[in-house]
């Protein structure tokens, strides 16, 4: 089957009719997440402080299971674009046998670590239950969470946009239902709580995983995951690594940049922990939007780029971040238009909300400058560069932004650490497009 769509339809249709798919992938996925915090709000603010001290676990996860699918989105892309299909058929192959192995590791490594981890933030032994009771049932889809976005990552590769967002979007659709009748107990189903909420979330991701597999079956695809192809290949698993590591760490950053702004705000009070958490859920449907359109164009980078057409790389990156610009100004408009409404969704403590809608506000500041760093990341990352990709990830994570909401912290209070993340976000859109024109080749 030939993928030379790429490389010959126009740039803006091309990166559209890629991106909107998984744009809309990614939405739908926010808004069950958000949908995901709002029923387990009505619990009470122990149980949504609780799914915030969890977050960083959950986002650590994601972030290895993802940076390892960019690593075989990136690798298959290229491959299909050189026109090795071999190699394209053994990365598909051990790319998920891989992924596996990944998840089974993060589910036991999680659940052991997680009584540890929160006492590092809380002593209410409340809170620290309802944590417990959530985790350890969701870190046990962990492995099926792997499988599912090695899937998303090899269909995204192929092209099949639209596909990837059938898949995503059945299992949303499955934990918005699943969510209250699980939580408060409807028909057959008992009350469970918040317990309800991690196994709502676990059957949306295993029937997004089964959906990938008929899909995989029924449909003619440009690849093929065989047996035969299972035996070790060093050269494509230390591609496959070189670019998965970085991939995965990038994404993982923000989970170590949480825990340690919820130890800078625990000194001033819990409710700015709620907030940062609160804070997330709503920054994950903008930032994921624009993530969104990153997926759509990282096979198109990445075949493009073995193809050797990089003036259409180029291209390709003028479009993307004109587009990731128009999603950060309507996520701006938003976060001052309506900021007490969307802390709402999450709290009923008029302290907290006010204490949230001045935070969202200040850290919005930042959300446009913000998509330059974000798309020279990701098609640096379809390149299959992912060092550089992830010395803008520790800049914003761990090397400028820690240091900086702490030092902020100790000038201005809480609204130090807000005012940390315009700061940040201007370094690196400086350092994102200083490596973009060094890394990306001249057409």
Not at 9 to 31: D, F, Q
Not at 348 to 363: F, H, K, M, P, Y
Not at 415 to 442: M, Q, S
């Amino acid at each position: 089957m030939e993928q030379t769509f790429m490389k010959e339809k126009k740039i803006l249709p091309l990166v559209l009719t890629m991106s909107l798919p998984m744009v809309i992938s990614m939405a739908v996925s926010s808004l069950y997440n958000i949908i995901d915090s709002y029923f387990v709000a009505r619990i009470g603010e122990e149980a949504i402080t609780a799914l915030s001290l969890v977050f960083p676990a959950q986002n650590l996860i994601n972030a290895l299971a993802i940076g390892f699918g960019i690593s075989i989105n990136a690798r298959i892309a290229f491959y299909l674009g050189a026109g090795d299909q071999e190699r394209a058929d053994q990365t598909a192959t051990l790319g998920v046998f891989l992924s596996f192995l990944h998840g089974v590791l993060m589910m036991a490594v999680c659940i052991l670590l997680m009584p540890w981890f929160l006492g590092q933030f809380t002593s209410d032994p409340e809170t620290i239950r309802l944590a417990l009771l959530y985790s350890n049932r969701a870190f046990l889809f962990s492995p099926v969470i792997a499988l599912g976005l090695c899937f998303e990552k090899i269909f995204q590769s192929l092209g099949k946009m639209k596909l990837t967002m059938v898949s995503m979007m059945c299992g949303c659709v499955a934990n918005i239902i699943l969510d209250p009748v699980m939580i408060f107990g409807a028909g057959p189903f008992p009350a469970m709580g918040i317990s309800g909420a991690a196994y709502a979330t676990g059957i949306g991701q295993c029937l997004t995983l089964v959906i990938y597999v008929l899909l995989y079956g029924f449909c003619r695809l440009p690849v093929n995951i065989r047996w035969r192809y299972l035996s070790p290949d060093r050269v494509i698993i230390r591609k496959l690594y070189s670019t998965g590591i970085p991939a995965a760490l990038n994404l993982a950053l923000p989970s170590v940049l949480i825990s340690a702004l919820n130890g800078i705000l625990a000194d001033f009070s819990e409710k700015y922990v709620l907030v940062l958490g609160v804070y997330y859920k709503l920054q994950t449907f903008i930032y994921l939007t624009a993530n969104g359109i990153i997926q759509g164009i990282r096979p198109l980078v990445g075949y493009n780029y073995g193809a050797g057409e990089y003036g259409r790389v180029k291209k390709i990156h003028q479009t993307t971040l004109t587009m990731s610009i128009a999603v950060m100004v309507l996520g701006t408009v938003l976060s001052w238009a309506i900021p007490k409404e969307l802390m709402g969704l999450f709290t009923d403590n008029s302290e907290t909300i006010a204490l949230g809608a001045r935070a969202l506000q200040i850290i919005s500041l930042g959300f446009v400058v913000s998509a330059v760093s974000v798309t020279c990341s990701g098609v640096l990352e379809g390149l299959g560069k992912g060092f550089p990709s992830l010395f803008l990830s520790l800049l914003r994570n761990l090397v400028f932004m820690i240091p900086t909401a702490w030092l902020l912290s100790r000038l201005a209070g809480a609204d130090g650490v807000w005012w940390a993340f315009c700061v940040t976000e201007l370094v690196c859109a400086g350092a994102g497009f200083f490596l973009y024109r060094k890394e990306v080749p001249e057409s």
